[in-house]
């Protein structure tokens, strides 16, 4: 089996340091090389967040530095997605997306949107820090079969709690399948909040999102 480990750690290296511009060229290489796009987002990109992500919490690394690696982690995922999303059929149905309310994280969202896409899937994207009453105003006006909110904050999962009590409150928590996932979140937080579905990472959201339009 060939290996790639040396073109993951340059890809990591070039997160780590945010060299968004570099990055692109780098992941392209890897997969000219033959690498899976799988393995490039889980032993490159996402191993290279790990390491910032403990530096972060260290406080050896800061805002500013975090801030443009994930500037590249987000130019290199999009890199990616062709590679990702090669079902190329026509969609099967909606979704919607978003990161809750007072919650700035996008990357794993984006890669959750990335994979559900590549399932097949319109995925509407309300993007960050979404606001709990537009949220239930698009599943009112959507007809996406599945809202995946995504939370970053241990202050922040309790707005997914929020938006499922405002779907039932407004009379359309039957309408869509809630799924929630970000770093924080459990599965005994998903059940204790009446989510549909808890997933872990982005591969497994994509495969129990899927199976909703089955
Ligand atoms: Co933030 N941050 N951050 N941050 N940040 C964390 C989350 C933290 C754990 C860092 C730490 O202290 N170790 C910590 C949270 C602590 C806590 O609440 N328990 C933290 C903090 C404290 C903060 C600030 C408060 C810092 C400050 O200002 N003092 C601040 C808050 C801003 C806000 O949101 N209001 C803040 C800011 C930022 C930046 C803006 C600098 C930047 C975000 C940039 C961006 O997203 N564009 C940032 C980053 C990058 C991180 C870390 C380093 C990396 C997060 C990430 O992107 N991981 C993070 C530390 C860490 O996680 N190691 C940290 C990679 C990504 C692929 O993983 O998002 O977990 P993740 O997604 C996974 C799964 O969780 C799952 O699938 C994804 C892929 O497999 N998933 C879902 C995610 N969403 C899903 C939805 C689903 C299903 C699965 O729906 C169905």
Redesign the pocket.
Known sequence: MADYSEIFNEISELLQKGKARDIVPAVQKALDAGAEPADILQDA??AG??I???K??RNEVF??E??I???A??KATEALKPALAKAGVAPVGKAI?C?VK????????N??KMMIEGKGIEVEDLG??VDTQVVVNKVKESDAKVL?????????MTAQKEVIDALTNEGVRNKVKV???????TQSFADEIGAD?????????AE??RAYYD
């Open positions: 990109l996402m967040m790990n910032i992500g403990g972060f919490k805002v500013p975090v801030l690696a994930a500037r982690m987000n997306i990161t007072g919650d700035q994280h996008d990357i794993g969202k890669l959750v960050i820090d995946c909110l995504s939370a970053l904050l241990t202050t922040t799924m929630v996932g970000g770093a924080p979140v579905a808890y997933t872990p990472d982005a591969a497994t959201a129990v999102c």
